[in-house]
């Protein structure tokens, strides 16, 4: 019942997502966190200003993730050591809840969520995005993941407040306490079309290799 609080800490609120070098069998390292709040949006990159991040969350109350009870949070405070004692609202659970399921993407679709260039991209995408950059050092490749971490941040807020409203109408006088749902908050990196396309080729790739 932790979505009860939203409404009123929402100004004290982080929405939070990692991505991660992840691959079945392999290890996993955090390449990039977003961390948005209603009005600013940080990313934090992997070699160079990861280390701020555990400063920067202690600044708020309320981390609202997607599957970050699994996944982000863990990892976080393996990797970087970060306290993360915040009062958390896993998404993942309270859409469940309501009927939703398939993961984040699959959320957002159902609710009407359009992602735009980054429509049918998804982790394991991110992983091949970061492994790009490391391989050919293309800053549009940095630039991809960064716009697809940010994208799933900066949607988790919208999700929240719509997951919010309909537990809301559930309850007495519901209708008086519904909140407004943001528009979509910009984001300052252009996913690449060429970028994207190598990612897919590489999975289509894998596939046929496998089969």
Partial sequence: ELWRIFREFRHRVAYLDIETTARPGGGCEITTVALYDGQSLRTYIRGENLWEFPQDVMGYKILVTYNGRCFDLPILRESLRARLDHVHIDLRFL?????????LKGCERAMGIERGDLENVDGYFAVLFWE???????????????????????????????????????????????????PPHPIPFKPDKGIIERARERISASKRASN
């Fill in 95 to 103: 859409l469940s809840a309501l009927g939703f399921r398939g993961g």
């Fill in 132 to 182: 790009d950059y490391l391989r050919t050092e293309d800053p549009r490749a940095l630039e991809t993941l960064l716009a697809y971490n940010s994208a799933d941040a900066v949607n988790l807020e919208r999700l929240m407040v719509k997951a919010y409203n309909m537990k809301v109408l559930e309850t007495p006088f519901g209708e008086e306490l519904l909140m407004d749902v943001p």
